[in-house]
């Protein structure tokens, strides 16, 4: 074998090395946004799961309160059944404000705000809140990596021929750019 062929060889071999490390680099990227969206799913779902102890609570104080109820119960019913991620950002984005409703009417009763399940609900909603702001976080971090690399050069080049595509990213409500209003 002359030197010519052992050059073509070993840049075919460096070659298809820095192809597959690559294509492999794409495919755990891939997975870390798959699991970040999971993340954010599980948070989601853990307030799903804390809602109706809330809204039992409110009820036993505020039973004639029935529009919020509704408003909450048709929200985490299309939270529940959202399979994408536009989906599940608007049905967020209406979990949200459903929430807010049912949160003003709890400040209409003293008693309410003074019982013990009442804080502590209202608590874990507080704390579930965060986690869902650090899981949508860490998923439009994944998704920013992700698809940055996938609009490089070279990636770029071959990404969309193995199934590579962008991501969407989680986005806020537009209603959450106004300045909420607190009134005592």
Known sequence: MGKGLLGVIAAIVIAAAMFFSSYNGLVSMNENVTSKWSQVENQLQRRNDLIPNLVNTVKGYAAHETEVFKAVSDARAKLGGAKTVAETTAANNEMNSALSRLLVVAENYPDLKANTNFQQLQDELAGTENRIAVARKDYNDAVQ????????????????????????????????????????
């Open 145 to 184: 990596s992700y698809n940055a690399k996938i609009k490089s050069l070279p990636t770029s080049l071959y990404a969309g021929a193995f199934g590579f595509t962008a991501k969407d990213y989680f986005k806020a409500d537009s209603a959450a750019q106004k300045v909420p209003q607190v009134k005592f």
